[in-house]
Structures are given as structure tokens and as C-alpha cells.
Nanobody, 123 residues
Framework: QVQLVVSGGGLVQAGGSLRLSCAAS????????MAWFRQAPGKEREFVAG????????YYGDAVKGRFTISRDNAKNTMYLQMNSLKPEDTAVYFC????????????????WGQGTQVTVSS
């Protein structure tokens, strides 16, 4: 069963933009908070951004504030991450996740994970 399907990764030049999507399949994530994490080779998993279910509350990691925007379309059961002004340091595998607790910055607080998509930013 695939619950979170991620798409939109790719290769982009520094300063460019990408838009990631995370679509739920097999179930509806009603009432769930959702979040984006990323992990570069040899580095720890890092919180990128999170969004609540009904109120649209958002929270961003310091590294992406002002550059990334998280959003969701509950009718489509899909979450998005608009990434602008990309930097080489943004290069990582990006994951989407969901939980029933609300936005958390720790990955251990999330029960459901997507497969990840590679984002590579060249200098």
C-alpha cells in the first residue's frame, strides 16, 4: 500500500525553482499534519517545513525561511513544496510525512512517509 507518493524532484541551477508534490493514495489524511524533510548523504534528516490540517498553520526550518512555501489542497489530499532561490546546500532527498499530532520538527513524530525524491542544485 502506497500512502504518500512524492514527485517533482530534479536537477536545477542555483537560483532556480522546483515544486514538489506529495499525494496520498489508498487513504485520506483527514486531520493529519504533514511535513517535508530532507536528507543529504552522510547528514542527519532535517526538518524543512510543516503544515497543519484545517487551520493552515505553517512552520519552516531556518535554512529555508523566505525561500520555500508549503501548502496543501485537502480536497485533493495533496501537499506541495514550492522551492525558490535554490542553493547547492538544498541538495538532498526530500521526503513527505504525516502524523495525527500536529506539526513536529522531529521525524520520529511522523507515522507515514513517502518514498523521497532527489533534488539536486548545481552551482
Amino acid at each position: 500500500q502506497v500512502q504518500l507518493v512524492v514527485s517533482g524532484g530534479g536537477l536545477v541551477q542555483a537560483g532556480g525553482s522546483l515544486r514538489l508534490s506529495c499525494a496520498a493514495s489508498g487513504r485520506t489524511f483527514s486531520g493529519y499534519a504533514m511535513a517535508w524533510f530532507r536528507q543529504a548523504p552522510g547528514k542527519e534528516r532535517e526538518f524543512v517545513a510543516g503544515i497543519g490540517w484545517s487551520l493552515g498553520t505553517t512552520y519552516y526550518g531556518d535554512a529555508v525561511k523566505g525561500r520555500f512555501t508549503i501548502s496543501r489542497d485537502n480536497a485533493k489530499n495533496t501537499m506541495y513544496l514550492q522551492m525558490n532561490s535554490l542553493k547547492p546546500e538544498d541538495t538532498a532527498v526530500y521526503f513527505c510525512a504525516a502524523n495525527q499530532l500536529g506539526i513536529r520538527t522531529s521525524g520520529t513524530s511522523y507515522d507515514y512517509w513517502g518514498q523521497g525524491t532527489q533534488v539536486t542544485v548545481s552551482s
